[in-house]
């Protein structure tokens, strides 16, 4: 089964504008870890922003916050006033206690691309 | 935040010849690392999980004779793709994680794009 589920393969933006890329889990475990990750077309990945299942507040970091849906099984990335840099392929990924030796489960990807 | 550095960031070669890519951890003890296979516009694929002194953890339907990997120490990490075919073309991708605890990020290096002629 998958462990991370990003349903949308393509999203498009404004400029200045927000927007949010989907992200669902499957887990049992009750304690694990929620990341996002964008890669752009330079192929490096880059470390956007982490939520742990027993934090209380969403996670913010600059423009982009986590909202985290724990009944839901949602973690979904906002990405506030969008820039041009911002257009580049996004991935959810989570770790749990049962993954081996810290692996991380990565979801298909969103192709985010925004214009002017 | 970590560094991890992949060398060389871009090689071509012929078929057949045998390729080794290098990953570092610059500054911090990695006793795992990790090996991905990406393929454009799709997710990364993780072809093998390697282990500081012991043999390295192969994912299913990844071929170990193919894909040589050896971590040499607590820092280095190495991919060789033996007698390698054009369908061996992609990008390759290394990443360490700071601990075990989910809580950590793992930092990736910059990947390698391979393409064999």
């Known amino acids: 089964a998958q462990k991370i589920t990003q349903t949308q393969p393509g999203m498009f933006v404004q400029e200045k504008e927000a927007v949010t890329l989907d992200c669902t889990y499957d887990?049992?475990?009750?304690?694990?870890?929620l990341f996002w990750y964008k890669q752009p077309s330079s192929g490096e990945m880059i470390f956007l922003i982490y939520q742990g299942s027993y934090d209380q507040q969403n996670a913010t970091e600059g423009r982009y916050s986590l909202n985290f849906q724990k009944a839901r099984k949602s973690a979904n990335l906002v990405i506030s006033a969008s820039q041009l840099g911002d257009s580049a392929m996004y991935f959810c990924?989570?770790?749990?206690?049962?993954?081996?030796?810290?692996?991380?489960?990565f979801g298909r990807g969103t192709q985010l691309t925004v214009w002017p | 935040g970590a560094v991890v550095s992949q060398h060389p960031s871009w090689v071509i070669c012929k078929s057949g010849t045998s390729v080794k890519i290098e990953c570092r951890s610059l500054?911090?003890?990695?006793?795992?690392m990790f090996w991905y296979r990406q393929f454009p516009k799709q997710s990364l694929m993780l072809m093998a999980t390697s282990n500081e002194g012991s043999k390295a953890t192969y994912e299913q339907g990844v071929e170990k004779d193919k894909f040589l990997i050896n971590h040499a120490s607590l820092t280095l990490s190495t991919l060789t793709v033996t007698s390698a075919h054009p369908e061996d073309s992609s990008f390759y991708i290394c990443s360490a994680p700071l601990s075990g605890r989910v809580t950590d990020t793992q930092y990736f290096g910059p990947g390698t794009r391979l393409t064999v002629l």
């Open positions: 990924a989570m770790r749990d206690r049962g993954s081996t030796l810290g692996r991380l489960y």
């Open positions: 887990t049992s475990d009750p304690s694990y870890g």
């Open positions: 500054d911090f003890q990695a006793t795992t």
